[in-house]
């Protein structure tokens, strides 16, 4: 969406490197969450953003509200990464998540 | 022990008719939501209920209607669905913090 930018929007990598993945935000963004759509459709919960970073095995996130952006680090890619990335930014404590298109993430071996 | 579950997993309706797509919660929580995705893009919010008896609504409410009739249960309804209405229709549960958890998706071809 206009909203919310994400890129790349396509990326394909060699299993065992490493990648960034950015949000761009057009709105004032209070939270980010970042998903995991897998080929079968279903949404898996990566983050849960407040301004900061998390870290969770080889996935790693930022989330920076003053310059409006959202980082999703993946180190070590393997083969079930692949799949799309969506982030959504929740705007001023209302709930109402707004998502980017995605980047449809490629792992080849 | 799915969280978040939705009925029907797949609809195809005719142009005109009633459709009533269902999500069912077990987290407990007091926000749900109901989104559609259209191919290759992010999902946009359609209505959304802060707890049971209120809906809000979202970002594209039109040709849409939602009831939350309790704490666990959220439907979203189209009167008159139209082919501009296939799509794949998310809902999703959210806590005080507005964290969202997602069901699995419910696909809906309007012919």
């Known amino acids: 969406g206009d909203k919310v930018k994400q890129s790349p929007s396509a990326l394909s990598l060699q299993e065992g490197t490493n990648s960034a993945l950015r949000c761009n935000f057009s709105i004032a963004a209070t939270t980010v969450q970042w998903f995991l759509q897998n080929p079968r459709g279903s949404l898996m919960n990566l983050f849960y953003l407040v301004p900061g970073t998390k870290e969770n095995g080889r996935l790693k996130s930022a989330f920076d509200s003053k310059e409006s952006y959202s980082t999703l680090h993946i180190r070590d890619a393997q083969l079930e990464d692949s799949g799309t990335y969506f982030c959504?930014?929740?705007?001023?404590?209302?709930?109402?998540?707004?998502f980017g298109d995605g980047t449809v993430l490629t792992v080849k071996p | 022990e799915a969280a978040v579950t939705q009925s029907p997993r797949n609809k195809v309706a005719v142009t005109g008719g009633k459709v009533t797509l269902s999500c069912n919660q077990t987290?407990?929580?007091?926000?749900m939501y109901w989104y559609r995705q259209d191919t290759g893009h992010g999902l946009r919010l359609i209505h959304y209920?802060?707890?049971?008896?209120?809906?809000e609504k979202g970002d594209i409410p039109d040709g849409y209607k939602a009831s939350r009739p309790s704490q666990e249960n959220f439907s979203l309804i189209l009167e008159l669905a139209t082919p501009s209405q296939t799509s794949v229709y998310f809902c999703?549960?959210?806590?005080?913090?507005?964290?969202?958890?997602f069901g699995p998706g419910t696909r809906l071809t309007v012919l």
């Open positions: 999703a549960s959210g806590d005080e913090s507005y964290e969202q958890y």
């Open positions: 959504a930014a929740e705007a001023t404590n209302t709930g109402k998540l707004t």
């Open positions: 209920s802060y707890g049971a008896g209120s809906t």
């Open positions: 987290n407990n929580h007091n926000n």
